[in-house]
């Protein structure tokens, strides 16, 4: 009987440890389950992992810059030269003399207000000059522009081209082109039109952002021709002296984000012609913006804004709603640059010149020649005069202070 007792006691706690064995496996296995179909959400301008719908994404690839080239489908012969010229050896450094840090503003918070301190005329004139300075020394040392690479920077660039509406012989001849190219973003739903340019903009954004992630982003036109390898340079300059000072994380002074170009502050809203504007309702004149023809945003700035592509108000003019949409940050560090020449017609070519925009065919190639303005038209008369920005005036005062 005692046997048979022990047994019967025996046979229970095996089948309460068999039970709970069971149960424990099920619970992991759920846990299990669970953990792969909801993957914790972390940034994914890090380069992790993103959950969305649910189940877990490869990670995406990184890059330093993606170069944005809005263009029509017929303009095969700019995105010639553009491939051509400075995207093909644009990546490479052009010197061994190191770039001047002191050329690059680094921007603080006002401990009052909480806001960005902006660059002041002076000191935009004394970061040209001691780029000016630097330009000479480089050119002297290593006139004949021969390049090295620059290290570890990735950079990719994409010609954005919207499809809708287009003739089937137009669209394989787009297909044929990205067979051999492997470089555009084709738009299938967009159609392309100067009107749907702001619409083609945050189309362009949200592809992007959905397939990589990126520090920074150059959107421009494709008659525009940037000097890519200076350009590069003073963003890492800027890049990683920012990260020296902002190295931590703070939510009272959040790391600056950047929109680096040539601003325009006092533009009258325009009410006729190709510009006539019928949705900005929020003063007479246009918020200050850079001038479209080449800016460089922050990858963050453009994940905002493919974020809230379908809630954002847009203008005629894309780089007005991207000047407006950016307004209300006090993080933003606007950063206007006499070398970015993007006003809407071409200004007297200057040496320092890195971004030009309203080019010719020839005047890339002649720019890749040497980048000198001695084969460019510079009928200065007819052109815009440049100016440092005045952050600390109204904006109908901000362009009184012309570079000489």
């Known amino acids: 009987m005692r046997n048979s007792g022990f047994n019967s006691r025996l046979m229970n706690v095996i089948i309460a440890i068999s039970a709970f064995s069971l149960g424990t496996l099920t619970t992991l296995m759920v846990v299990s389950e669970n953990s792969m179909q909801k993957p914790n959400i972390r940034d994914v301008r890090k380069g992790h992992l993103e959950a969305e719908g649910g189940a877990p994404q490869v990670r995406k690839p990184h890059h330093f810059l993606v170069i944005l080239i809005t263009t029509a489908p017929g303009n095969v012969p700019q995105r010639t030269a553009m491939r051509e010229t400075w995207l093909r050896n644009g990546y490479v450094w052009k010197s061994d003399v190191p770039y001047d840090a002191n050329s690059v503003y680094i921007p603080a918070y006002d401990p009052e207000t909480g806001f960005l301190r902006a660059e002041t ?7 040209l000059n001691v780029y000016k300075k630097w330009m000479k020394k480089y050119k002297t040392i290593n006139p004949d522009l021969d390049g090295q690479e620059m290290g570890n920077i990735s950079v990719v660039h994409f010609f954005a081209v919207g499809m809708a509406g287009l003739r089937a012989e137009e669209v394989n ?20 039109s100067y009107s749907n340019l702001t619409r083609k903009l945050l189309e362009s954004f949200h592809r992007i952002n959905e397939e990589f992630t990126f520090d920074y982003l150059l959107k421009c036109d494709d008659d525009t021709f940037v000097d890519l390898a200076i350009l590069l340079q003073d963003l890492q300059t800027y890049h990683t002296h920012s ?13 600056p984000r950047l929109y680096w170009g040539y601003f325009h502050g006092k533009a009258y809203v325009k009410t006729s012609g ?17 001038l479209g023809g080449g800016y460089v945003l922050s990858g963050s700035l453009v994940a905002y804004i493919a974020d809230h ?6 203008f005629r003019s894309e780089d007005i709603s991207v000047g407006t949409w950016l307004a209300p940050f006090r993080d933003v560090h606007r950063r206007h640059d006499a070398r970015f020449d993007t006003a809407f017609m071409a200004r007297k070519c200057q040496s320092y ?3 030009l925009h309203k080019r010719t065919i020839e005047d890339m190639r002649h720019f890749q020649s040497g980048f000198t303005c001695s084969q460019i038209q510079n009928d200065a008369l007819r052109r815009p005069k440049e100016y440092f920005y005045n952050w600390h005036k109204p904006p109908t005062q901000c362009c009184d202070s012309l570079v000489n």
């Open 121 to 127: 005329p002076d000191i935009q004139e004394y970061s």
């Open 173 to 192: 001849d787009l297909r044929e082109e990205q067979k051999k190219h492997e470089d555009l973003l084709l738009l299938e739903n967009i159609w392309d």
């Open 243 to 255: 990260r020296i000072v902002y190295g931590k994380d703070d939510s009272t002074y959040p790391f």
């Open 274 to 290: 190709q510009w006539k504007e019928q949705n900005f309702d929020l003063c007479d004149r246009y918020m200050p913006y850079a």
């Open 309 to 314: 592509r379908n809630t954002l108000k847009t």
């Open 353 to 355: 010149h890195i971004v």
